[in-house]
C-alpha cells in the first residue's frame, strides 16, 4: 500500500494546538436538529411512562432511543429500515442482558468471567450485523452500552419486564421522532447531503485554483461527496421508473464534470445517470 501523499498545489496539513481542536465547530456546520431528535426520542416515551406512574423505568428507554441515532443522515425511504433493525437488535441486547444477568451470579469472580465472555461475543456479532445491514455510526457502542446495563439493571433487582417495555417505548419513540421530519420535507436529507458534497468541493476546488489546497480538504470534499451519492443512492434513483427531472441528481451531473477536470485523481467516481429522479416519488 502506498502512503497518502499531497497531491501538486496542495499544503501539508497544519498542526492544530488542542484548544482550538476542542473549542472549533466542525466543517459540517450544526447539528442541533439530530440532538433535538435524540432528545425527544428519550424524553417523549420517558415522559409517557412518568405519566403512567412509572418512573422508575423511565431511564431504561434510552436502551431503545439509542436506535435514532443509527438513522441520522439517511433517507427517509431507508432511514424507518435502518432505525427498525437497530432498534431489534438493541431489544435483543437487553433480553440478552436480562437472561445472564437473571442467571448468573452478581458478585464475586464468576461474574467478572460471565461479563468478559458475553461482551466480547456480542460486540463480534454487532460488527457483523451492521456491517451487513450498512447500519453505520454510532456503531456497536450502543449495543454493548444496552446489553451491560440490562445485566447491571437485572441484578440490581429491577424487573425484566419493566426494562423490556421502556426499551421497547424507546425504539417506538425513535422510529416516530426521526421519521417525522417526512412529513414536511420528504427529501430533506438527500438534499441536506448533495449541498453539503458541493459546498466541500467548490471551497476544495477554489483553494486549488488559488494554490492553498490541503489534504485534509481534499479527503473532506470527497468523504462529503461520496455520502452525498449514497444518500442519493438509497433515497431510491436508480430505481425509479418515472426520474427524469430529479434536482439533487441533476446538481451532481452539473458539477462532475468541472470536478472531474480540476481533481480528476481525487474523485474517480463512475459517471450519473443524467435525469434519474430520486425526489419524484
Known sequence: MTPDRDLPGERPPSVVP?????????????????????????GLPAALLVACGRADWALFVCFGAF????????????????ISI??????????????VGATTPST??????????????????????????RLGPPGVMFFL????????????????????IATALGVAGALLVSMAGRLIAPHQP?????????????????????????????????????????????????RTPKARRCNCFRRIDAWGPPIRRRTRREFPWPAPQSGIDCCAH
Open 18 to 42: 488542542d484548544s482550538k481542536l476542542l473549542l472549533r465547530f466542525a466543517p459540517g456546520g450544526w447539528r442541533w436538529d439530530a440532538g433535538l431528535r435524540t432528545a425527544l426520542a428519550f
Open 190 to 238: 438527500e438534499r441536506i447531503a448533495v449541498a453539503l458534497a458541493v459546498r466541500a468541493v467548490d471551497e476544495y476546488a477554489a483553494a486549488r485554483d488559488q494554490g492553498t489546497a490541503t489534504a485534509a480538504q481534499r479527503h473532506r470534499a470527497a468523504e462529503a461527496l461520496w455520502n452525498a451519492w449514497g444518500t442519493v443512492y438509497d433515497a431510491g434513483c436508480p
Open 86 to 99: 437497530a432498534g431489534a437488535a438493541l431489544l435483543a441486547c437487553v433480553g440478552l442482558g436480562i437472561a
Open 145 to 164: 452500552v444496552a446489553c451491560s446495563g440490562a445485566l447491571a439493571a437485572t441484578r440490581s433487582g429491577v424487573g425484566a419486564d419493566g426494562i423490556m
Open 67 to 82: 436506535a435514532v441515532m443509527y438513522g441520522e443522515g439517511r433517507a427517509y425511504r431507508v432511514r424507518w429500515q435502518v
Open 108 to 133: 464475586g469472580t464468576a461474574a467478572w468471567l460471565v461479563d468478559v465472555a458475553v461482551l466480547p461475543v456480542l460486540a463480534v456479532l454487532g460488527v457483523y450485523l451492521i456491517d451487513a445491514a
